[in-house]
């Protein structure tokens, strides 16, 4: 399945590009706003697609490389795109995206454990090669450190009875793959809740995806330093999906606002009816729109 964009009319018109603009896509994954972007801001343009997700970042160029206009693909953290960009030469953008949400091909195609509709090996690793795995979590963490990681990154009510199942199912096996896991929170957790709309894994294989990949850290810093590069009058768009990546991108704009950052939309905009119906996966995203003043 092909990752669907979300929000993305609100987003152009939030960003406000003009021909020849120069544009980071910090997610760029398979490349579907890069697509729209690109066709805003013309053959003078350019637009920077950066994703740490190797795989994400060859599917964007070759869904954006026969496009008019000039593109970047840069392999790496946002959190680090201040010496990413740098190093490509650039010093100064004019708007930025950050689309914090999972792609539909990385849940349901990396083979790395995201999914807990899949038999995979417990990895959620966004980066190739990383060296800290979700089963490397769940081999060494204590109890309280795992109750710790499920409630605060998944916001998961059962935190306490399913860390307790991990650590006690761990005592005769490794814990390396994901139904394997599934089966431990299903099994640590009431009947009702494995019959509710929303699976019982989905907190907490959102948890562990964010702490293995230090998600938060990330997004402070990303968003610092898209802030730094931003040219004034420039836009930064932010896509998020649950209540920690509100929080985490409220703060900065806390954090910034003494410094000439304002929002351009007071409420989140959140996707119409139509677009939930046609993208279910849309249902939680909220789009922010911050502006560095002139």
Same mark, same amino acid.
Request: hydrophobic share 35%.
């Given at each position: 399945m092909r990752h669907i964009p979300v929000l993305l009319q609100e987003t152009l018109d939030g960003l406000k590009l003009r021909r020849g603009d120069s544009v980071l896509d910090a997610t760029s994954g398979s490349g579907g706003h890069g697509e729209a972007l690109l066709s805003h801001i013309g053959r003078s343009g350019t637009l920077?697609?950066?994703?740490?997700?190797?795989?994400?970042?060859?599917?964007?160029?070759?869904?954006?490389?026969?496009?008019?206009?000039?593109?970047?693909?840069?392999?790496?953290?946002?959190?680090?795109?201040?010496?990413?960009?740098?190093? !490509? &030469?650039?010093?100064?953008?004019?708007?930025? @995206?950050?689309?914090? %949400?999972?792609?539909?091909?990385?849940?349901?195609?990396? =083979?790395?454990g995201f999914s807990f509709l899949k038999d995979e090996p417990l990895l959620m690793t966004m980066q190739k090669g990383a060296t800290l795995s979700a089963k490397d979590l769940l081999a060494t963490l204590s109890e309280s450190q795992l109750m710790d990681i499920l409630q605060s990154y998944g916001e998961e009510q059962f935190a306490q009875k399913i860390a307790h199942g991990i650590v006690t199912a761990r005592k005769e096996d490794p814990i390396e793959s994901t139904t394997a896991?599934?089966?431990?929170?299903?099994?640590?957790?009431?009947?009702?809740?494995?019959?509710?709309?929303?699976?019982?894994?989905?907190k907490?294989?959102?948890?562990?995806?964010?702490?293995?990949?230090?998600?938060?850290?990330?997004?402070? !810093? &990303?968003?610092?330093?898209?802030?730094?590069? @931003?040219?004034?009058? %420039?836009?930064?768009?932010?896509?998020?999906?649950?209540? =920690?990546?509100?929080?985490?991108?409220?703060?900065?704009?806390?954090?910034?606002?003494?410094?000439?950052?304002?929002?351009?939309?007071?409420h989140a905009i959140k996707p119409?009816?139509?677009?939930?119906?046609?993208?279910?996966?849309?249902?939680?995203?909220?789009?922010?729109?911050f502006k560095k003043a002139i």
């Open positions: 920077i697609c950066l994703d740490q997700d190797e795989d994400a970042l060859a599917r964007s160029r070759l869904q954006l490389d026969p496009l008019p206009g000039t593109k970047k693909f840069v392999h790496g953290n946002f959190r680090d795109l201040a010496q990413l960009l740098s190093t !490509e &030469g650039i010093t100064e953008i004019d708007a930025a @995206l950050f689309d914090l %949400g999972m792609s539909s091909e990385q849940l349901e195609e990396s =083979g790395r896991l599934v089966r431990i929170i299903k099994e640590s957790t009431p009947p009702w809740y494995s019959k509710r709309r929303i699976h019982p894994a989905t907490s294989f959102q948890a562990l995806r964010i702490a293995v990949n230090d998600e938060y850290s990330a997004i402070d !810093e &990303g968003l610092e330093s898209a802030f730094t590069l @931003l040219k004034p009058g %420039g836009n930064i768009a932010v896509i998020s999906f649950h209540g =920690g990546e509100v929080r985490h991108v409220k703060s900065f704009f806390r954090h910034f606002k003494e410094r000439s950052l304002t929002r351009v939309n007071k119409s009816r139509t677009e939930m119906r046609e993208n279910p996966r849309a249902r939680s995203a909220q789009l922010f729109i």
